[in-house]
Structure formats: C-alpha cells, structure tokens
C-alpha cells in the first residue's frame, strides 16, 4: 500500500509543472566525515540520532546512497552542480604540492573559477525568485561564486579562505545564521546550503555529551566521534524545529546527505583505512533522505542504488525546473526511471591535483557496482605512496560488505563484464 500511495504521489508530482505558488523551499543538510551506518535509523547499537531518525521516518529514506567521490570538494561541488568531478573538473581538494605561494593561489583561484562557470543549484532556482544562504564548508572562493544570493564564506585564498572561513562556524556555535536567514526571505522561496563541519574534526563535542558514550567503548577516540555525531544531529533538530515553528515544513524539501565517509581509528584522532579518500565502501556510501510532507510519502528504501548527483535533478524537478542536460543523475521521485538503472560509478582523486586542466592526471581509482558486485580499477595516480603496484578489485558486497576478499582472480566474467560498463560510462583519460 505504501508503495502504491508513493507512486500516486510521484506521479502528481511528474504529471504537472508547479507554479511559482507550490515551489517548495529547499533545505539542503550536508553532513561531514561520517560513516553511512553511524545513525539510529541505520541501525547502530549505541549512537543516538533522534532528529534525522525522525527525518528518516517521515520521508524517503535510501540506505543505498554513494557520493561519487569520497574527498569533500569533489564531493561538494557534485552536490551542487549534479556532475561528477571528471565533468566539473574540481577533482582534489588542492593545487599540486610543492608550488611557491604566488602560484598556489594562482591555481587555487583557477580552480575556483570553475564554480562561476557551472549551472549550480542556487544560480538555477536563483532564476526563479528563490534567494539562497551558503554555511558551512564552500570550497569555492566567495559565496556569491556559487551563485548564493547570502553567504557567510569570503573564500579569499590570500586571505587565508580554503573551505569555508567564517562559514564553519555554523552548527558548533547555533544556527541563528539561518534562522535569521530564512526570517528575512519573507514570501520568498529559498535555498538553504547547510553543511557544517560536523560530525568532522577537530573532535571536540560538548562534555555533556562525551559523557554518554564514555562507557560505551574503551577508546575515548571513538567516543568523541559519537558524541560528535549526536552534537551534529542536535543541530540538524534545531533547523528541523524552526521550520516546525514558522509552519513551513510542509512547504519546505528537506534533502540529507554526507559529503563522504568516516571510520573511526580507535587508537589515533583521524580515520581508518578503507573510509575517507577511499574508493570503499566506508568512503562512499552514503544514506539520502527526502522529506516532503504532502508530496512524498515515507519510505524505506534498502535496494535502490542512488548517487549525490541524483539530488540536482531532484530537487529542479519539485520545483518545476528543467535540470541542465549535462546532469546524469535520476529525479528521485522518477520510479520507472530508478528502476531501470542497474549500476552507479564513482571516481576518487588525489588530494592534491596533479594537473588542475586534466582530471586524469589526478585519478586514483574509478568504481562501478550493481548493488551486489563491486568493481575498483586503479588509475595512474593510484598507490603513489605504497611499494605494492595497485591491483583490480572485485568484492561480492552481499557476502563481503567489508570488502575484505579480491575475487577479481576468480570471477574475471565479472570483471569483464563491469569493466565494460565502467569504461563506457568514463575511460579515466
């Protein structure tokens, strides 16, 4: 039955353009550095994620979400343009290493420029009377450079702007930010870019909450980062109640993702092998959440392959736009469409660029999988800092969710076979 009143529902929405009068508000939460199962609503035994639980419960909720690249700019700029990083061509966090200063900034700011040139989410509903906030992580110089009528990042290189300045204040000391934000948009519809550096280092949450998780591990390292995931879900209830309290929720998609993942070392303060910067699972999976009261019906999705560069298309699409034809990603709301797609594809990059012109040059692996095979090929940037040359990967998620075993040996049909598709989607050159 709920199958069949969401599908109602979607149709509404897919059989009728909206007009300026039904455009929903758009409150995009980006969280940061966690892992895809580290939320009640994924089912931890310990952690405590009551707000995005109840986000979870009242929408759309797809356990199977990836971004395509686990490093944050990449990611943030996938995010926000619906392209991969191949296409948009911020591929690395930085310019090469080893540049004098002056020639650092120089790229920095080139690679900046990219942003200008993209149709991104605020300059596209922008065109509709929507007025948008950035906070939080930007990467990409000044807010306005996205296309955000407000912002709280200068972004200036030479000033020592690199991801966010004065933006990754929000979350860690209120969201008043915001709130005073979305009270001056008035009758105007808007775009909300929350996406603080939470749960992401430093690791230093309120004592009130480390406390609870003390007991709960004998590494006070994987106890900071609980704590700092509940700390992050606080925040996100704070935004959730105030559009309660101004009676917009019902007016207002609410769209959840994480930028990439996190597995907490519980020896050291940073992350585990095979999660941040990693083409594993732990870096890319992802749970993405759409809430629409009266428009989308809750439900929980555990099969579906979904991608970041599915929430561009989306979110045009509830507000009656057409998405740029450059976007691969599925409306969400599209059933016919998600059920006809049968694998999704990844790239991770270096850290720093080797060549800011030539994503190539900065790949170090692509991926595929169809929800049960995985596929991880190296490409030319790959294992630079290991003495073993990098190998083809294939796990067998359903049996290997760690991707702890290499088939690739033994199932060299599989490996053709998603080869084959993964080159056709981008041959990495």
């Avoid at 599908?7 to 969280?31: H, K």
């Avoid at 979870?56 to 971004?67: D, H, I, K, N, P």
Wanted: proline share 8%; with cysteine.
């Amino acid at each position: 039955m709920r199958r069949f009143l969401w599908a109602i529902v979607t149709l509404s929405i897919l059989g009728s353009s909206t007009t300026a009068a039904e455009r929903p508000n758009v409150v995009l939460i980006i969280g940061d550095d966690q892992a895809y199962g580290d939320f009640g609503f994924m089912k931890h035994p310990v952690l405590r994620t009551p707000n995005l639980d109840r986000l979870a419960a009242e929408g759309l909720a797809f356990t199977r979400g990836y971004v395509p690249s686990s490093l944050c700019r990449p990611s943030l700029a996938t995010i926000i343009t619906g392209l991969y990083a191949h296409q948009h061509g911020i591929t690395s966090n930085d310019p090469p290493a080893g540049l004098a200063r002056d020639e650092s900034l120089a790229q920095r700011r080139r690679q900046i420029a990219r942003i200008e040139a993209a149709a991104t989410l605020p300059r596209l509903l922008g065109k509709q009377g929507y007025v948008s906030l950035q906070t939080g992580k930007w990467w990409e110089g000044d807010f306005r450079r996205g296309g955000f009528t407000e912002g709280m990042t200068h972004g200036d290189p030479a000033r020592g702007g690199r991801h966010g300045d004065e933006g990754l204040k929000i979350g860690r000391t209120g969201m008043q930010p915001v709130f005073d934000f979305i009270d001056r948009a008035g009758d105007r519809p808007f775009f909300v870019w929350y996406a603080p550096m939470l749960p992401h280092q430093p690791h230093n949450p309120p004592e009130r909450l480390l406390a609870k998780y003390r007991d709960k591990t004998p590494s006070l390292h994987v106890a900071k980062y609980w704590a700092m995931c509940e700390w992050f879900d606080e925040t996100c209830g704070q935004l959730l109640d105030f559009l309660d309290r101004k009676n917009l929720s019902r007016r207002t998609l609410v769209v959840f993702l994480v930028d990439n993942g996190w597995i907490q070392d519980p020896k050291a303060d940073r992350f585990a092998p095979k999660s941040k910067r990693s083409p594993y699972e732990g870096g890319l999976r992802t749970p993405i959440l759409v809430r629409w009261p009266g428009h989308i019906a809750p439900q929980r999705d555990e099969t579906t392959l979904v991608l970041s560069i599915d929430l561009v298309p989306t979110i045009l699409a509830a507000c009656g736009i057409e998405p740029p034809k450059a976007c691969q990603g599925i409306n969400l709301l599209d059933r016919r469409r998600l059920a006809q797609r049968k694998i999704v594809f990844g790239e991770t990059f270096s850290h720093n660029a080797v060549d800011i012109d030539r994503p190539a040059s900065s790949l170090e692996y692509r991926w595929c999988t169809d929800g049960r095979w995985k596929l991880i090929v190296p490409g030319g940037a790959a294992g630079k800092e290991s003495s073993q040359p990098p190998v083809v990967e294939l796990y067998d998620l359903a049996a290997d969710p760690r991707e702890d075993s290499n088939l690739a040996a033994t199932q060299p049909e599989q490996v053709q076979r998603l080869r084959a598709a993964l080159d056709a989607w981008w041959p990495g050159q």
